[in-house]
């Protein structure tokens, strides 16, 4: 079934304040309640039209798209009922974000850690990053928004632990005028490899003395006093975008999802508040008929959300934390500002899946590199968060928070080389202290020189490979085919 043709259905969409419950239309930008000052999160009020459809004529109707060269139903856009049915096909961005591969960890891998994994690998996106699923969906928006205003020119403006930074700066650079990047980094905590992206695409990029959480207070102020797209996850668009992390799981498993255990980094609270919310979504519109389990994981250095649902339930007090160094930097986060949303909607979850259906696990730095080395040895490409679930995986089995017939999905949310600086410091030794992290020498890697003595310039080609391929021979202690007869 290859004919799919763009949808002419239109939902109705509209913000919806979590605190207060107002509502507002979708045809202008808005992050924060006009009335109460609480999150949004981004409702389709046309979503009961959907039900019409019966879930197995859903599940027909997204794998049938699955072969599609219609780049406006391609990748996350193979959801466009469930995303954001507003943007016409003109508006749809899709630069190959989204479908991203589920791996199974390798055999010997899932004996040594002691239970079924796979590692979705959403470093695979475009910009290396899942943050790309949310741009794809916010910057088609945005083009469907300039088309209605007719605006000349709109500032793109995000805060950053690099990643957002990344995926913005190389959405705005494909769609050009009237869009215009800038991106609020907090200086010395990006990686390098992070902070060359949006300098590549061309982003007007300023450093802020600070943490992440500085520079968000900095892009708040500018997004209520100026017209500028605030493209953090604090943005409900994003959060749209990002259910397909949700949705793609599900088809992967051919939409059954009982008995998975999805692992989720949290920093700003994002991701999981839309896995929560897609997971949902699929649910009520009978696409699925078991909610999976979801993990949160967060590290002892920035774990915020660990504490609020580590209280007894009914005295659980808010309480922003000041961040440590981590390894898992993309999520070093003190103050998430999708907690509240993460709050509503795991209410929700658990009332629909029961009680054990959402936690939050913290690991320590030690464990998070430590997991990320071992499954980068195992052939995956997770990045420092992706260790992170692996460590939150081992630490929740250990505490029996899930066990036999169960299986985990582990969220690589980027790919390893952007976090390759960490890997380095690991090998070398050189934790500045207030990591927390002992390397372990019997794990260090590094190259090694041949022929370190020799004057390489000198010598006859011949002359080179001879002495190198001897080299070679003695390191690895090669035995000669003719001396075997
Ligand atoms: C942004 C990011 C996170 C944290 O996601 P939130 O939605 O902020 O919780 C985790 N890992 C990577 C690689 C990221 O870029
Ligand atoms: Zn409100």
């Known amino acids: 079934m290859n004919n799919a043709t763009f949808p002419e259905w239109r939902g109705r969409l509209e913000y919806v304040c979590i605190g207060c419950g107002s509502h507002f239309p979708a045809s202008n930008l808005l992050y924060t309640c006009p009335k109460c000052g609480s999150v949004l999160l981004l409702e389709d009020m046309a979503a009961p039209e959907l039900k019409k459809t019966s879930g197995v004529k859903w599940r027909e109707i997204f ?25 016409d096909e003109e508006d749809i961005v899709w630069l190959g974000e989204g479908n991203t591969p589920e791996i199974e960890a390798a055999k010997r891998f899932q004996q040594e850690v002691g239970i079924s994994f796979s590692f979705k690998n959403d470093g695979q996106n475009p910009s290396a990053s899942f943050k790309d699923r949310g741009m794809a969906c916010a910057f088609s928006y ?121 692992f989720v980094p949290v920093g700003n609270a994002g991701n999981i508040t839309a896995i929560m919310a897609g997971c949902l979504k699929m649910y009520e519109l009978g696409i699925i008929d078991a909610l999976p389990r979801i993990f949160g994981v967060q590290s002892e250095h920035a774990n915020p959300v660990f504490r609020y649902y580590g209280q007894p339930e009914d005295k659980r007090i808010w309480q922003p934390v000041k961040v440590r160094p981590s390894v898992a930097q993309a999520a070093m986060i003190g103050n998430p500002v999708s907690f509240p949303r993460v709050k509503y909607l795991a209410e929700k979850y658990v009332q629909v899946a029961g009680e054990k259906s959402f936690q939050i696990v913290q690991v320590s730095e030690q464990q998070i590199i430590e997991a990320m080395l071992a499954a980068n040895r195992h052939g995956h490409i997770a990045c420092t ?89 003695n390191r690895l202690n090669l035995i000669e085919i003719e001396s075997e007869k």
């Open 63 to 87: 794998d049938g798209r699955m072969g599609t060269r219609i780049p406006a139903l391609s990748g996350i856009f193979r959801f466009y009922e469930l995303i954001a049915p507003l943007p």
């Open 385 to 473: 968060q992706g260790g992170e679930c692996l460590a939150g995986l081992k630490n929740a089995l250990a505490q029996g928070l899930i066990g036999a017939g169960e299986k985990a999905i582990l969220d690589s949310t980027a790919h390893s080389l952007k976090f390759s600086g960490f890997q380095e410091k690991y090998f070398n030794d050189s934790f500045e202290p207030e990591y927390e992290i002992k390397p372990d020498p019997a794990l260090a890697n590094r190259p090694e020189e041949l022929l370190a003595n020799v004057e390489a310039a000198s010598l006859p080609v011949d002359e080179l490979a001879a002495r190198g391929a001897d080299a070679v021979a």
């Open 142 to 262: 945005l083009k469907w928004l300039c088309r209605h205003h007719g605006w000349k020119e709109v500032l793109t403006i995000c805060a950053s632990t690099g990643d957002t930074s990344a995926a913005a700066a190389l959405y705005a650079a494909y769609v050009g005028p009237p869009l215009k990047s800038v991106v609020l980094l907090p200086m010395g905590k990006v990686t390098p490899q992070q902070l060359s992206q949006p300098l590549a695409s061309g982003a007007v990029v300023l450093e802020l003395p600070g943490v992440f959480d500085d520079c968000m207070r900095v892009v708040e102020i500018l997004a209520k006093k100026y017209r500028v797209a605030l493209l953090n996850s604090k943005n409900s668009w994003r959060i749209l975008g990002q259910q397909s992390y949700a949705f793609e799981i599900a088809q992967w498993h051919d939409w059954n999802m009982a008995g998975l255990c999805l």
